[in-house]
Structure formats: structure tokens, C-alpha cells
């Protein structure tokens, strides 16, 4: 049976940046208490659609790994914020793709774990045959559907994307054990009203969204899921944490990731934080983390990394991941989004405007 390894990776990250500072200017908070509280320090706002994003980091994995869209059979797009529910958000990324007509295109949502979700899909599907080439990419447009009235979710999330390709080989690499899951009873502490069906019929309106947040719940969930399942994944292995070269968790509070990582028994020196930079990109940020991991050499050939991660559902997981002999690119993409006119703060203002009215759902 053929592995699946990461042989690809690209991340597109919007060029706009959103401080917290920029964020007191239109909400009662402020970067001390943010800072405190989560570890983010700023985040990204997307002047152009999440096709653009996944569009650029798609062509940069694909060169990255030295193949071209017609070695596709498989594109997977991880996310909760498609630009259209249908057609799907992979088929829009195929149509960008030079010669990768005629591939697979299906769409994962499983929130901030999509990406790892899908990563999981193809890997399987590697493995059976199925197909041979894979595109996985995990990236969010959240800023539009931000309620941006709501300073308990406004100041934790961001817009990004990250791509990677996936590559049957005979080499002992990519995914050796992952443990996905659901605390689905708990479904209802993060949702997103506003988004769906359910507000067809009831005189709502689609896409103005009011968050149900319980965030010291989802935190509590967040490190039991995440910590149980880096446990099951290692003990499976027959690994413990001291095999662990470095840990590429989800970021979306810098102290549940310090949570993670005690309970894990891995030290905070193995750890990749970007949470500071990017805040929370839901499914766009364990790939971002992985490219930058790479990026700053910090992922090594032979490389053992832990990947978990939890999201809405209330999703989590956890992927043991075998790095390949390559930590370098093959070749360049001269793919770039098209340039921003706006700043984050007018492109906040535009929404907050647009959506000045607060709905009761
Ligand atoms: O991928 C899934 C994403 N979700 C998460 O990761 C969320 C996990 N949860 C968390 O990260 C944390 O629970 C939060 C960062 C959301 C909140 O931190 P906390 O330490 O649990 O704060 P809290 O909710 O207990 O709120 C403490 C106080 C409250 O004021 P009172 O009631 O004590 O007067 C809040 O109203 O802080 C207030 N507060 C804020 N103050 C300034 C809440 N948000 C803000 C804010 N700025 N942005």
C-alpha cells in the first residue's frame, strides 16, 4: 500500500493587517486585554475573495512540489466560509488551475479542522489507489461574517489560506495515525446564526451573523479534545511526546495551545506560535503554521510532527505526520493576489456599515 507524502506547500496570506489596536478604535477592548487573554497581537482582513486566496496558494504548492494541475486527481478545500454554498468552493479553485480540468472537487467543513480532515480524505485515498495526486487546502474568508458588534469573537479571528500537495510514495512518510472526532452534543456552543437553511424561511437575513460563543466552554473542550487525541495518536504509534520533533497545533488562544502542549508533555520550544501574528484563520491556520514551520527550518527531513487541532461541531483532532526527504521547494509560483487598495481598518468599516443593524436570532 503507497503512502501519501506532503511533497508541496504554499500559504497566501492577505496583505492587510488588523491590530488590536485598530480593532479599540470602533469597540470597547483593547490590545492589553487581548494580549493578555489570547496572545494575538494582529490579524489578516482579506481585500479579495477566498478563491483568490486558495487560487495563490494552490499555484505555489503545485510549483513547490514540481508538478502542474493536469498531475491532479484530487483537489480538497477545507472551510466553513465558502464565497458561494454552491457550486462548491473546490470546483471554483479547479476552474483557476491551468490542466487541472476533470480532477475530483469536493468541499471538507468541519471548521477549524477542515484542512486536517481533508488531509486525512486524500491520505486515504492515496493509500487505496484511488488517485496518486492531491491538493488540500485549508483557508477561511471570516471577516465578512464576523459580527463585528461582538468584541467576545471580533478580536480572536482572521482571513488566510495554505495549500499542500499530497503525492503516493513508496517512502515510509506523510500521515502515519491520526484520531478524529466530534463532541457534537456541544454542537451549540459555537455556531454562526445567519449562515444557513435555518434562516431561509424566518424572515432573517443570510449573512447578517450573530456568533453563540461560549468561549470559556469551547476552551475547556478545545484542550480535553486535543489532548486526548495527541494521547491516542502517539500511544497508537507507539510513540511518546519525546519523538515528537515539533508540534504544528491549531492557534487559536496561545494559552490553549500552552494547555495542549503541558498535558502533551512537549515543551514550548517544539512548538510553532503564530497565533500573535494571524490570530485565528480556522481551517487556513495549521497549514499556514506547517508552511511557515518549513519556511523557517524548523521541519526537517525525516521530521516527526503532531498536528492537533478542534473547531465548530465541536470538531478536534490529531495527525502524526512523517516528514519526506524534502524541506525545500522544487520551483517558485509567480502567483500574487491582486494588489489591496484598501486598509484592514476601511475594509472592517465597509462591513461594520453595511451590516449596521443588529439582528436578534
Ligand atoms: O476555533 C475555535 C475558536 N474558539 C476559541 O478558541 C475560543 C476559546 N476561548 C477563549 O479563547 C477564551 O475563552 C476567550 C479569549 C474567548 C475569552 O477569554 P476569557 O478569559 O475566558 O474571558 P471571559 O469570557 O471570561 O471574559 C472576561 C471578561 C468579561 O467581562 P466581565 O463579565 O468579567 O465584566 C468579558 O465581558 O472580559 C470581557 N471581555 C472583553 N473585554 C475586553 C470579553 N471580550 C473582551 C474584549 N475586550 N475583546
Not at 486536517?116 to 491520505?123: C, I, K, M, P, R
Not at 485565528?280 to 495549521?286: F, H, I, K
Not at 503532531?306 to 517558485?332: D, I
Request: glycine share 10%.
Amino acid at each position: 500500500m503507497p503512502n501519501a507524502g506532503i511533497t508541496g506547500w504554499g500559504k497566501c496570506l492577505p496583505p492587510a493587517v488588523l491590530s488590536n489596536n485598530d480593532i479599540a478604535t470602533f469597540m470597547d477592548t483593547s490590545d492589553e486585554w487581548i494580549t493578555t487573554r489570547t496572545g494575538i497581537k494582529e490579524r489578516r482582513i482579506a481585500h479579495c475573495s477566498l478563491t483568490d486566496m486558495a487560487e495563490v496558494a494552490a499555484k505555489r504548492a503545485l510549483a513547490c512540489a514540481g508538478i502542474e494541475g493536469k498531475d491532479l486527481d484530487l483537489i480538497i478545500m477545507g472551510t466553513t466560509t465558502h464565497d458561494e454554498q454552491c457550486p462548491n468552493q473546490a470546483s471554483g479553485v479547479q476552474r483557476r488551475i491551468p490542466g487541472a480540468e476533470g480532477c475530483g472537487a469536493m468541499d471538507v467543513n468541519t471548521a477549524c479542522t477542515s484542512f486536517l480532515y481533508g488531509l486525512s480524505t486524500a491520505t486515504a485515498m492515496i493509500k487505496t489507489g484511488a488517485i496518486k495526486n492531491a491538493l488540500v487546502i485549508g483557508g477561511e474568508l471570516i471577516s465578512p461574517f464576523m459580527d463585528w458588534n461582538d468584541r467576545n469573537v471580533a478580536v480572536l479571528f482572521g482571513d488566510g489560506c495554505a495549500a499542500v500537495v499530497l503525492q503516493a510514495t513508496d517512502n515510509d512518510e506523510g500521515v502515519q495515525m491520526e484520531r478524529l472526532g466530534c463532541y457534537g452534543e456541544s454542537r451549540g456552543i459555537l455556531q454562526i446564526h445567519g449562515m444557513g437553511g435555518n434562516y431561509v424561511h424566518a424572515d432573517r437575513l443570510i449573512g447578517v451573523t450573530e456568533w453563540q460563543f461560549e468561549g470559556q466552554e469551547i476552551f475547556k473542550k478545545a484542550v480535553s479534545g486535543m489532548s486526548m487525541a495527541s494521547e491516542d495518536v502517539l500511544r497508537r504509534a507507539g510513540k511518546t511526546a519525546a519523538d515528537v520533533d515539533i508540534c504544528v497545533p491549531h492557534q487559536a488562544n496561545l494559552r490553549i495551545i500552552e494547555f495542549v502542549a503541558k498535558k502533551a508533555g512537549i515543551p514550548m520550544e517544539k512548538v510553532y506560535v503564530s497565533v500573535e501574528r494571524y490570530g485565528n484563520m480556522s481551517a487556513a491556520t495549521v497549514p499556514v503554521a506547517l508552511c511557515e514551520a518549513i519556511e523557517d527550518g524548523r521541519v526537517k527531513p525525516g521530521s516527526q510532527l503532531l498536528m492537533p487541532a478542534f473547531g465548530g461541531g465541536l470538531t478536534f483532532c490529531a495527525h502524526l505526520v512523517k516528514w519526506g526527504n524534502r524541506s525545500t521547494p522544487l520551483g517558485k509560483s509567480d502567483a500574487e493576489l491582486a494588489p489591496q487598495t484598501r486598509s484592514a481598518l476601511e475594509i472592517v468599516q465597509h462591513y461594520r456599515k453595511a451590516k449596521g443593524h443588529k439582528v436578534a436570532f
